[in-house]
């Protein structure tokens, strides 16, 4: 079985503070994707890294997928209180196409 | 893009009573389609998966007979709560997976079983 963990579980920051989420695994995906959730909907997908030592960028969004593909960080520059949601990181493994989710980080940016 | 239409999007049911959920991908045959349930301020817990035409696979802990899966075209997968349950409320999300489209989540249906 393939475990993501994922932190902080929570983080309530100031707007314009940075931040760092973190999602770890002993195990090797194919491919991690990040997802953002409000509250009440589906998860809307981020972005998705496939190459070890990968980075991508989104707006204030920088994404990096770990060289060995074990691990995986999304940071946020400058949050704005239009960054407050559930951010999911979500591996797909090698064998068959499902996908395995981290705890979730819960974040909160105060105005 | 790739859109995937989850209804309803909230159902209030008697406890004892069945409710259907549908997931459908709007634009394109999806080869897999997963269901999830979610509790509040958690993350998403897989269900089942299935794929047109053959049984779901359960998660272990997850009950095939209480929860109803039926994929009968690549378009649409159902779940089904049978003899719904007080502890069966939950957030339900379904997401479809094509090759070429990643995957793709329903906007989730809240279940209150009264």
């Known amino acids: 079985t393939q475990l993501l963990e994922q932190s902080p579980q929570f983080l309530s920051i100031q707007e314009g503070e940075n931040l760092t989420v973190y999602c770890n695994s002993s195990?090797?995906?194919?491919?991690l994707q990040w997802y953002r959730q409000e509250p009440g909907e589906g998860p809307v997908l981020l972005v998705t890294?496939?190459?070890?030592?990968e980075v991508k960028k989104l707006k204030r969004l920088t994404f990096q997928f770990g060289d060995a593909r074990k691990d995986s960080s999304l940071h946020i520059t400058a949050a704005q209180p239009g960054d407050t949601g559930l951010y999911l990181c979500?591996?797909?493994?090698?064998?068959?196409?499902?996908?395995?989710f981290g705890g979730g980080t819960r974040l909160m940016v105060k105005p | 893009g790739a859109v995937v239409s989850q209804h309803p999007s909230w159902v209030i049911c008697k406890s004892g009573t069945s409710v259907k959920i549908e997931c459908r991908s709007l634009d394109f045959q999806a080869t897999t389609m997963f269901w999830y349930r979610q509790f509040p301020k958690q993350s998403l817990m897989l269900m089942a998966t299935s794929n047109e035409g053959s049984k779901a696979t359960y998660e272990q802990g997850v009950e095939k007979d209480k929860f109803l899966i039926n994929h009968a075209s690549l378009t649409l997968s159902t779940l089904t709560v049978t003899s719904a349950h007080p502890e069966d409320s939950s957030f339900y999300i379904c997401s479809a997976s094509r090759a070429s489209y990643g995957y793709t989540f329903g906007s989730g249906t809240r279940l209150t079983v009264v």
């Open positions: 195990s090797v995906f194919s491919s």
């Open positions: 890294v496939v190459t070890g030592g």
């Open positions: 979500a591996g797909a493994g090698n064998a068959g196409n499902m996908l395995t």
